[in-house]
């Protein structure tokens, strides 16, 4: 009996963003659920005399980001360009600064500090939003005993701006810092990492910047996202 297989055969990295396409998708699901509940909870009174519809607020937005990644996720697999705007930074780290400070616990503090006057930087909103999460969250993950974070922006040379992750944690040897940005890499234990750095690396190229790493092993470690600014958008004030 002859047997014909229609099916067309995928090279390994069209398989890999079907694979990818396919598991993000049942994640869109999943966030989609989520989000219901959320809906259920922010509208129950019980929640706000508790005084925890902030939090509630907070989880939605990070699932409304959540999903918006998961469509953007979809569209690269299918080798759609992502879209870049204008961004104003100082707005950007605020929204990031609001979602984080009702669900980190009083171990990790977060200190904000945005320089005056920044021009605007041109990038994909979400994949800045989800760099510097990575960054922030990369930083508590190395305090197991808590401490503080800074997050900072200003202007560099006077054609770019940087956003600076700093943590006063375990920091990392210099054969580490070498191989950070590789896919996959990390020094977790649960093997749960590898990624956020790469990610980072890669929306820093795409967006005309780079990323650099300064880290002393047993001091901590600074995580450097430098872009180049634009001059069409208005000056941001100073915080």
Wanted: proline letters at 5%.
């Amino acid at each position: 009996m002859l047997r014909i297989d229609t099916q067309p055969r995928l090279g390994a990295s069209e398989l890999t963003g079907f694979l990818t396409a396919g598991v993000v998708h049942d994640l869109g699901n999943l966030i989609q659920i989520a989000y219901s509940a959320l809906n259920i909870m922010a509208n129950d009174p019980s929640i706000r005399r508790a005084g925890l519809s902030p939090v509630v607020d907070g989880a939605r937005t990070s699932l409304d980001q959540a999903g918006a990644l998961v469509r953007q996720t979809i569209g690269r697999a299918r080798a759609e360009v992502s879209a870049q705007e204008e961004i104003s930074l100082p707005e950007c780290l605020t929204e990031i600064e609001t979602l984080i400070a009702g669900t980190w616990t009083e171990r990790a503090r977060l200190n904000v500090e945005i320089g005056g006057d920044l021009p605007f930087i041109r990038c994909d909103p979400l994949a800045l939003k989800n760099a510097v999460l990575n960054l922030l969250f990369n930083a508590r993950d190395a305090m197991p005993d808590g401490g503080v974070i800074r997050l900072s922006a200003a202007e560099a040379g006077g054609d770019g701006i940087e956003v600076r992750v700093s943590d006063s944690g375990i920091g990392m040897k210099p054969e580490t810092v070498a191989r950070a940005f590789d896919p996959f890499f990390t020094t977790k234990s649960n093997g749960m990492g590898g990624v956020g750095l790469p990610m980072v690396k890669r929306f820093a190229e795409e967006a005309g910047g780079r990323v650099v790493i300064e880290s002393s092993f047993g001091i901590g470690t600074t995580v450097i996202l430098q872009m180049p600014a634009i001059r069409s958008g208005n000056p941001q004030p100073n915080r």
